[in-house]
């Protein structure tokens, strides 16, 4: 009788924070890969290749865990070696899913130096201590917010705003010299279309100053004018992070007396939103007025404009696909337009949109039957979600006190686990879409009236100006030989 002997596939994933960390349990890379070739050669497994992720255990966004589980999944692995399970993440419960993940697609996941039963056990357990620390972290977060409302503040003042002490009492108001400075941050953004930078300078050259005397920068614009304590809010707590979005950051609402108003506010973040698009700030700064606005109608890039040679005393300038320019192969329209032409065309195009019929018919308006259905789906999946989430914690509940055992509760798990990611899916596609569909309600009532007052304004703005009020009604100008597009923002 023949017997055959298959030789298991294994693949290692390693982690570190940052290049050359090495960690409390010293896991290094170096250590980590080590670790991993010496389990395969003491258990007989075939190491296939490594995965590496250099970033945190609380970021979600790491690429190469993502290709493992691929590959993993693909059937291209039988198992996954680990130094410790904490290289999966942080969190327990992001930890047991991941490894439960891997465990329906049969693959096995082994810890070199730690019991992965046990660790398993002290996860579940973790869970239900994390369950108790969130609890914890709400009374807390309730207790902060009530002493907030009586005026308790520990950090520094907000540039524009000084505190009022009435013997243990406190009370706030603004520093008239700080929030004149503020004021005029505002104007130079909004009404002069400046970049920070620009208004840092203005502001030292007009004799204003930040804190203790010191010159403004770039950086101390920025925060000031990102601060909601210029609209009387007071926010603190953790704010999301890129690959971590669960972290949550606190309000209150008219904490500090308000240096500017909603609408004021609103259309401050709108501006330094807009900006933002363009790097460096060459289009606002630009001599073109659809410099950042125009692009090519057929490969979609930036049109530049750009000033020809003079001719009889008299110099030409036009937009340009500047892809085409570049290469024809990444456009092969060059797309070339009279500066003079396309603007005028974009302008008189445009003035068409004060009629809101109009507006009307180019932005199509959501159909409200179906926005309400949808509304009401969304509201359902969110409270199908809660429940399986309660669900997931009645059960550690069960596990803490044995009544399941850790194959029951996985088991238990199996179907919740499914229904989330499918919930989470639907979830997210539908709040997109009832998202999209409010903001092109909200346009079709707010752009007859903006493009009403630029058409009439428009001769009368210096030309910084001009560009900054187009910016804010429209997000693109989609040009083609004998057409114009236009894209309004929401």
Known sequence: MNTTLTTKRAVGYLRVSTPGQTGNNHSSLETQESRYKEYCQRNDLLPLCHFVDIVSGRRDDRKEYRRMVEY???????????????????????????????????????????????????LIKAGIAGAESRRTSERVRANMSRAVEKGVHAARAPFGLRRIYHGKEVSWEKDPVEASAVKEMYRLSVEENRGYKAIADLLNEAGHHARSGRPFSSFTIQRVLSNEAMMGDLTYGKKPKKGNPQQELVRVKAFF??????????????????????????????????????????????????????YKGRQYRNYWCSRATRSRALCEHYNGHSTTKLESAVLEYLSQFSDPEIVKQHIESADQAELTARETELKDIELALADLDSQFTQNLGFMRRGVLNEQEFVKANNLAREQVSALQAQKGSLAEWVDEQKEREQTTERVPGMVKTFIEDFQAMEPRVRKSHLQTILKSAHVRRNSIELEFRT
């Open 72 to 122: 993993a999944i693909q059937g291209n692995t039988d198992v996954i070696v680990v130094q410790y399970l904490d290289r999966f993440g942080r969190n327990p419960r992001e930890i047991l899913q991941r490894y439960w993940e891997l465990q329906d697609a049969g693959v096995s996941v082994v810890a070199t130096d730690e019991d992965i039963n046990e660790e398993l056990i002290l």
């Open 257 to 310: 007396p308000a240096i500017f108003n909603e609408t004021e506010w609103t259309t401050l973040q709108k501006r330094l939103e807009i900006r933002r698009e363009s790097s460096r700030g060459r289009a606002h700064s630009s001599e073109y007025l659809l410099s950042g606005i125009a692009r090519c109608g057929y490969c979609g890039g930036p049109m530049t404009g750009k000033a020809a040679a003079s």
